[in-house]
């Protein structure tokens, strides 16, 4: 009898759980981020893209996509079609606009200064 009183015991304490060490409960990842990851998070929340990671749309070589750089030439992958699986990759030099040598997108090079 006494060892049935034991397991339950034990059993309930298991299941208790302890109180949340933070007031209002556990901080979101809004809450929580700070520095670069924060300024990312409230730039997507814009609706801005700060690593141009979302897919490139087909300007035409008069309006082209521009890629932003520190140097006079960047590898730039280009995800062609939607579902596909491999990236296109090529080098961006500084200069006229280039084209995706598989769907034909326009990228072109401007010149990014780092904030020191």
Same mark, same amino acid.
């Given at each position: 009898?006494?060892?049935?009183?034991?397991?339950?015991?034990?059993?309930?304490?298991?299941?208790?759980?302890?109180?949340?060490?933070?007031?209002?409960?556990?901080?979101?990842?809004?809450?929580?981020?700070?520095?670069?990851?924060?300024?990312?998070?409230?730039?997507? *929340?814009?609706?801005?893209? #700060?690593?141009?990671?979302?897919?490139? /749309?087909?300007? !035409?070589?008069?309006? @082209?996509?521009?890629?932003?750089?520190?140097?006079?030439?960047?590898?730039?992958?280009?995800?062609?079609?939607?579902?596909?699986?491999?990236?296109?990759?090529?080098?961006?030099?500084?200069? *006229?606009?280039?084209?995706? #040598?598989?769907?034909?997108?326009?990228? /072109?090079?401007? !010149?990014?200064?780092? @904030?020191?």
């Amino acid at each position: 009898m006494a060892s049935r009183l034991l397991r339950v015991c034990g059993t309930l304490r298991a299941l208790r759980r302890p109180p949340c060490p933070w007031p209002g409960g556990i901080p979101s990842n809004e809450k929580q981020a700070t520095g670069l990851e924060r300024k990312v998070m409230q730039d997507m *929340e814009k609706g801005q893209d #700060p690593y141009n990671i979302l897919q490139p /749309k087909r300007y !035409p070589k008069e309006d @082209p996509n521009l890629v932003p750089s520190i140097s006079s030439k960047r590898i730039v992958g280009c995800i062609c079609e939607e579902d596909n699986s491999c990236v296109i990759w090529f080098w961006l030099h500084k200069g *006229e606009p280039q084209r995706c #040598p598989s769907c034909g997108a326009h990228y /072109k090079m401007v !010149p990014h200064h780092l @904030p020191h």
